[in-house]
């Protein structure tokens, strides 16, 4: 049962324009999201997150938006540029559960110069 | 990362042949993790510990078997190694436990032949 989801597997934007990674998720138990970046041969980096009491979260050209009743949490880049190319996490934590977090499978982006 | 190191960085082992995995940190974290990255996957938690001594099963804990003598050291054990154990193998470390300050190590990519 997958809890945290990504439908999209990879994503190709231009750069300069905007880009929407999209996570969904199943557990409501859920009450923090994170998005980490990966880098080929690196592990992953966090990158930007939010609780589950706001739907809105923005450092510099990321934004993060939540919306709870639909489950849904997005990531926004803009501008893109070539350096965002990466593999996206989408990864969910509940604080009434092991402390552990649980990822998504992850969306390519691609950003084209 | 500086604070989190993994050894191997790579390594190929046959069928049936037990392998050690090793994290280290310097971070004097309390929790560590090992997860690990397969293609449509993402990435899936295996064994944590929060403290020396103290672990616990992930997600995808079968086949694998963890310990954690001292705070710095996290090792990761296959007993006999099978094919399907072969990915990549992520460390991460927590102070906190909760959600946010994970640091990833850069990972050991591992082939059973």
């Known amino acids: 049962d997958q809890q945290v989801k990504q439908n999209s597997p990879s994503l190709s934007v231009q750069e300069g324009r905007i880009s929407i990674l999209n996570c969904d998720y199943t557990n409501s138990m859920f009450d923090y999201f994170l998005w980490y970046k990966k880098y080929p041969a690196e592990g992953p980096t966090f990158l930007i997150s939010i609780s589950s009491i706001k739907d809105k979260n923005e450092d510099g050209r990321f934004t993060v938006f939540l919306n709870k009743s639909a489950k849904h949490l997005s990531l926004h880049i803009v501008p893109s540029q070539p350096g965002d190319s990466a593999v996206y996490f989408c990864?969910?934590?509940?604080?009434?559960?092991?402390?552990?977090?649980?990822f998504g499978k992850g969306t390519k982006l691609s950003v084209i110069p | 990362d500086a604070g989190i190191t993994q050894s191997p960085r790579h390594k190929v082992t046959e069928t049936g042949t037990p392998v050690t995995l090793r994290c280290h940190q310097t971070?004097?974290?309390?929790?560590m993790y090992w997860y690990r990255q397969d293609p449509g996957h993402g990435l899936r938690l295996i064994h944590y510990?929060?403290?020396?001594?103290?672990?616990d099963k992930g997600e995808v804990s079968d086949g694998y078997s963890v310990s954690r003598s001292k705070t710095e050291d996290f090792l990761l054990t296959l007993e006999s190694a099978t094919s399907s154990q072969t990915s990549v193998y992520f460390c991460?470390?927590?102070?906190?436990?909760?959600?946010?300050?994970?640091?990833f190590g850069s990972g050991t990519r591992l082939t059973v032949v």
């Open positions: 971070e004097n974290h309390r929790y």
């Open positions: 990864a969910a934590y509940s604080g009434a559960g092991s402390y552990q977090l649980t």
């Open positions: 991460a470390i927590s102070g906190t436990g909760g959600p946010g300050g994970y640091t």
């Open positions: 510990s929060y403290g020396v001594k103290d672990t």
